[in-house]
């Protein structure tokens, strides 16, 4: 894990959805893991169904990714084979990511996983695989 990072989405408000709360979260993370989202090669998220949840992912890399790609960035969310399980999401957010550079369909080293709580809790990591499968290998 490079980084982490932590903040809070007024959920009980008047003012308009604005997720600033899950940008904050994905920001601090990348900054303690000295890196930029143009380096992040995979979002996983705990991604449900739920309009925010979309709109916040959304606007957090929109926010943070204002570099052109070489590929796209498209939110992975495993809950939608694992079902609804809470918090105990975070923790298998990155088996998808080391499986595919095990496998050799990952398209880089770094995810950048993040999650929210109905109470309005943001997180976000960072994490880098190594000793995978080697970029010119893919």
Request: contains cysteine; glycine residues 8%.
């Amino acid at each position: 894990m490079l980084g982490i990072g932590c903040a809070i989405e007024p959920i009980e408000s008047t003012e308009p959805f604005r997720p600033q709360g899950m940008t904050r979260a994905v920001r601090q993370a990348l900054d303690s893991a000295g890196l930029t989202m143009r380096e992040v090669a995979v979002r996983l998220s705990d991604l449900s169904g739920k309009h925010y949840k979309f709109k916040e992912a959304t606007f957090a890399a929109g926010r943070l990714n204002r570099v052109a790609r070489d590929a796209s960035l498209d939110p992975w969310h495993p809950i939608e084979y694992l079902s609804e399980i809470g918090a105990a999401i975070l923790p298998c957010l990155p088996a998808p990511a080391l499986h595919a550079r095990q496998h050799s369909y990952g398209v880089g080293r770094v995810s950048q996983c993040h999650v929210g709580s109905d109470a309005g809790e943001r997180a976000a990591i960072v994490l880098r695989y190594e000793g995978c499968v080697e970029e010119d290998e893919l």
